[in-house]
């Protein structure tokens, strides 16, 4: 028969066993399963002006989100604000997505330049024109 363990011993297993498997995650397996998270929601978004989410980050926080318009883009920034909670600061993680939207208006804007460059030019012909018809037939 083995004789009872003694009280030290028994915390001294318990220690041990704490030791070895740790307390949870480390700071950099919480911060690359956020980076994951992040990554799997943002490629979920269609490319659209509009994104939803409700997941949470490895440190228990709401994720934000913004979608912005660019020139030729729309441009998805999903956000986790890292392990102290606090928005835009360095320990914040950051994904960004962009996809072309096919809405810019540049083309419109050159279109309507040229149409107005062309007009005033083919005025000023006709106006030209008709001066250096009226002066043609003027008498000396």
């Not at 009280?7 to 307390?23: D, E, H, M, R, T």
């Not at 994104?51 to 926080?61: E, H, I, P």
């Not at 072309?100 to 040229?114: I, W, Y």
Request: with cysteine; hydrophobic share 35%; glycine share 10%.
């Amino acid at each position: 028969m083995h004789p009872p363990l003694h009280f030290p011993y028994k915390v001294s297993l318990l220690l041990a066993f704490f030791f070895l498997a740790g307390c949870g995650p480390s700071a950099q397996e919480l911060h690359e399963q956020t980076l994951s998270l992040l990554n799997t929601e943002a490629d979920r978004w269609n490319g659209g002006p509009q994104f939803a989410t409700t997941a949470k980050d490895a440190f228990g926080n709401p994720l934000s989100f913004s979608v912005e318009k660019t020139t030729f883009n729309y441009i998805l920034e999903l956000r986790s604000n890292g392990p102290d909670g606090l928005p835009k600061n360095s320990d914040d993680i950051v994904v960004t997505r962009a996809k072309p939207h096919g809405e810019t208006t540049l083309t419109k804007e050159a279109s309507l330049a040229v149409e107005q460059l062309s007009g005033a030019a083919a005025s000023g012909a006709v106006k030209g024109l008709k001066k250096g018809l009226s002066a043609g037939g003027e008498k000396k």
